[in-house]
């Protein structure tokens, strides 16, 4: 069964980076794209951006665009999502989603609670 | 940027119909998505494409798209529903996804 599993939760320092990931199961990795969405507490969903595991294309939302990454590791089926400059308002639930065919996210993994405190 | 535009809240007894609508520049050439999460949960796809329903969800729940405007309905709605719900879909590229801000459906 496909399943996402994502790394365990954070606490981080204003100013540090985060590293999230994400791994991929029960599918081929490289055949669907993988979405990341965050949530604050209380807060709606937020669109963070899109990764192409095959080629490792990405897009970001203009609201991130010079502060995440997106990345992947092929061999382990596992994609990242890297956040950097760090600060309160970033403090959130950041979920990965695989997008399927018809442009809808079908599975998403566990989400992890990224906390950002000094 | 582009944005989705969901009334905040919602709310029927039980039996009624609930609809929620999203509205988007974009959604004329951009299909809508629909997301049910319940608290503490990850979202759960409802409405693909419009109006096309994944295979376990229940009958009662449908979408449809005209103009600027979609809408998910919940026919008969049950108790089990209340939730957030959250219209998604890409801005006229389609490079770039954004949710709307949310309805939080109340039955009772």
């Known amino acids: 069964q496909v399943q996402l599993v994502q790394s365990g939760a954070e606490v981080k320092k204003p100013g540090a980076s985060v590293k999230v990931s994400c791994k991929a199961s029960g599918y081929t990795f490289t055949s669907y794209d993988i979405n990341w969405v965050r949530q604050a507490t209380g807060q709606g969903l937020e669109w963070m951006g899109w990764?192409?595991?095959?080629?490792?294309?990405?897009g970001y939302a203009q609201k991130f665009q010079g502060r995440v990454t997106m990345t992947r590791n092929t061999s382990i089926s596992t994609a990242y999502m890297e956040l950097s400059s760090l600060r309160s308002e970033d403090t959130a639930v950041y979920y990965c989603?695989?997008?399927?065919?018809?442009?809808?996210?079908?599975?998403w993994g566990q989400g992890t609670l990224v906390t950002v405190s000094s | 940027s582009y944005e989705l535009t969901q009334p905040p809240s919602v709310s029927v007894s039980p039996g009624q119909t609930a609809r929620i609508t999203c509205s988007g520049d974009a959604l004329p050439k951009k299909y809508a998505y629909w997301y049910q999460q319940k608290s503490g949960q990850a979202p759960v796809l409802v409405i693909y494409e419009d109006s096309k329903r994944p295979s376990g969800i229940p009958e009662r729940f449908s979408g449809s798209s005209s103009g600027t405007m979609a809408t998910l309905t919940i026919s008969g709605a049950q108790v089990e529903d209340e939730a957030d719900y959250y219209c998604y879909s890409t801005d006229s590229s389609g490079n770039h996804g954004v949710f709307g801000g949310g309805t939080k459906l109340t039955v009772l």
């Open positions: 990764m192409n595991p095959n080629s490792g294309n990405t």
């Open positions: 989603a695989r997008e399927a065919d018809a442009g809808d996210f079908d599975y």
